[in-house]
């Protein structure tokens, strides 16, 4: 065993002479860079919100709705005003005039349903967990502590937890006008006929289960204002769009409000929010004219960060009898939760194209309908869209391939894209501009050793060995770097997708980055750092990467759709082009040469043909004096770029995962996973690794372990870490990774992200593994997660004679 | 209120606390160590460990009267001299953290690990390490960085012995 995961930890071992355009060359981009995030965060100097400590700072604790809906017919909190310690106590009503409505900045279509949201439930709450009310108190006990004081009455109204169920003619409608909150579609090429003349068609339906993204540090703020202007500390991915979306929300001007994230302890998604909380502490800060400070507990959070994935996917694909795909048909169904927060509704629009994969097709059919119940909001995690698209087609491919009796592998080969037919426009209108899935499948082939675990898996057929060995593929795509702001428009999202960015040179040469990304792991100071140090020829210790501060970083877009470095890393490239040609001029001038002549290597203006030369450092120096420059030249060598990218980008690769399912337990351990990635060029081998290992692990929790689960009332029964199961060490697998390096051709650093790469490849690849290793038993779908009962349940029903769909509800 | 007396990080403290408070907060709260994070409210997530007489505990489920008299070490106090300790360095080599929350816990329950089992298997560190969560990493780089502190603990050791 420990052999086995040594020799898999260690397949790709990364050294610092990785180095992009090969070895050596002395460039930073391409090196194993270890990370100056580290120092802070290994010695505990790291600054979270909630380590925030303000003189006369006060602390505020949330009332929760303890039922999924109902209306609030009284509320006392006259006894919590008199608790110890406490300062004020506010209610739903108390805001009711200023509170305005938690934004949804998409709405996807025309008949969109966008009820109002306040940040404090005021007459009905519709989802527990839902804030009525809320204590201001000069500790966190006593805060606590109080909340017991308060009195509210509720009348309970019903609850619908299903969204099939929501639908219903008959079902307690969750706002006034319904629970359908909108339905969207998209088609192309005439999907009767890849129907009516396929030889073959598959339908299956698959659960996309409701999932809490579980970033290890929950939520905190800290508000505090001087009586003019408000700086609001948040644990959150955006604290640019944030500022907008507060200065709307809450009336503050933009310019009185700065938001800051300091060290922000993951995101996955969670942190794309704007948060009733943040709108609250805000408000309270405003009437109280104190710093206050939230921070939720791990319980709070699980109710009220909002959840991922929970949709309902009815896919059908159509094929000629050689395996040749004709058509996909999805009609979707997606749970919205009680309300619809800044993106909820996009969701599953991301993944709207996706779910051709990388395969050629005639035709294509989406349908998605937007559901309310009374749950907690969805919204964006890890992937947002596209996990579940691939998910659907990349299990349904291994299903066409079942019922050809056909090699999976070979099936995706008769279909995907050749890399000589790149850029390739799919059915679904996307063009991919650059991949190569032979080469990536190849490589994982022999990596992960298939043709001798199949023959395994043979012989343990043959044997009717009770451990079954399954191979699960995936193939996957993903469109990320969002986004071209112009498609974003087109899909009527409220904001564009470019990025900025500013390159500050110092006197000392030293150079300052000012990022619009927004990092909470991901290491964009060191990323950056590479990228500067190679256009700039500066020391990668001489640069510094500013982020998350509006009142230094004023524009941004933030950090998720693994946009950073395709578009913020990008826009730093830009900034720093425009640095070396004014540095230039200043260069050529001080040699007494014309700019043309003057030609840059690594940091150094050398007149061509001559031993004349300036550094950098020299330059910047020069540039500061200003007693020497061009005539009319400002003297800075400062400049900023704000980078719109034309296209997405397409990250690719091959996941292979091999499991041993126990038919008699229904246990099943991941034997071997293998995953070759294409993510086009790399900035830092370490970084990606990392990021694809986290990826896969979280990708891979989906298909095994996690769930929210709520009872029939709405209540969440998954509210702690002990009930919703997070893996650990000691649940995972080792991985191999490698990559294939397929440069992006739509960006100039040839970069396509990787931020959710491994979440949206490794889940399918599961559980298809699962499902393949039971397919002997009759067994033709296992719902996520596959827990040992599930996988017990759903053989016992294949076994039935009666039952014909392997699957269970 | 009930007054206690601990060290922390070699500093002593002499402190008034309400019986309840969690050791966690008085770090925190009190002393202003905030190197030890929470993650949970149910013993879960393992953010919160430190050392309390030279054994892992999560702080956030020990009530600082019970480390009365205690001698605690969090993460801010490991390095020496403005040196890092090898698990440090080890976490950092083998970019076993990401957004770093789970690490102060990690970098102490791993150190504990090693008392019982100075060279851990792969498999070993995986089970040692069940009670510490990390949403970022995947874990195979912890476990990497886990394997390479101990091994450089080791020879450190090893030098101290010999010198
Ligand atoms: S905070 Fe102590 S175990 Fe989670
Ligand atoms: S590094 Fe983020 S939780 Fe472990």
Redesign the interface.
Known sequence: MTEQLDAGVVARQIKESDVLGGPGGGREVGRARRRKEDARLVTGRSQWTDNIQLPGMLYVAFLRSPMAHARITRVDTSVARTQPGVVAVFSGQDFAAEQGSLPCAWPVSEDIVIPDHPPMAVSEVRYVGEAVACVVATDRYKAADALDAIEIDYEPLDAVTDMTAALDEGSPKVHEAGNKAFTWTFAQGDIEAAFRDAAVRVERTFVQQRLIPSAMEPRAVVAQTDGDAFTLHSATQIPHILRVMLALTTGIPEHKLRVVAPDVGGGFGSKLQVTAEEVLCLLITRRLGKPVKWTESRSEGNLTVHHGRDQLQRISVAADADGRIRGVKVDLLADMGAYLMLVTPGVPLLGAFMYSGIYKMDAYDFTCTGVFTTKMPTDAYRGAGRPEATFAIERIVDELAAELGMDPIELRRRNWIQHTEFPYTTVCGLTYDSGNYEAATERALALFGYDKLRAEQADRREREDPVQLGIGVSTYTEMCGLAPSRVLGSLSYGAGGWEHASVRVLPTGKVEVVTGTSPHGQGHETAWSQIVADALGVPFEDVAVLHGDTSSSHKGMDTYGSRSLVVGGVAVVQACEKVKEKAKQVAAHLMEASPDDVEFTRGEFRVRGTGTSRTIQEIALATFAAHDLPDGFEPRLDADATFDPDNFSFPHGTHLCAVEVDTETGATRIRSYVAVDDVGNVVNPLIVEGQVHGGIAQGIAQALFEEAVHDADGNLLTTTMADYLLPSAADLPAYTTDRTETPATTNPLGVKGVGEAGTIASTPAVVNAVVDALRPYGVRDVPMPCTPERVWRALGQARTPQSTDGGLS | MPRISVTVDGIRYDEEV?P??LLV?LL??RL???????????S??G?CTVLLDGRSVKSCSVLAVQADGCDIV???G??TGGT?HPM?RA???E?A????????GM?MAAIDLLHDDPDP???A???G????????????????AVRRGAREMSQEQEGVATS
């Open positions: 309400e309840r408070l907060h925190r709260d202003g160590k905030t190197g030890t994070p929470i993650g949970c409210d149910t879960n997530c953010a969090t993460i801010e490991l390095s890092w440090q976490f950092h080599e970019h953290l990401q957004c770093g929350y789970c690490t102060p970098i298997s792969e498999e560190v995986r089970e390490l069940e009670g510490n969560l990390c949403r970022c990493t995947g874990y195979c780089t912890i476990v990497r």
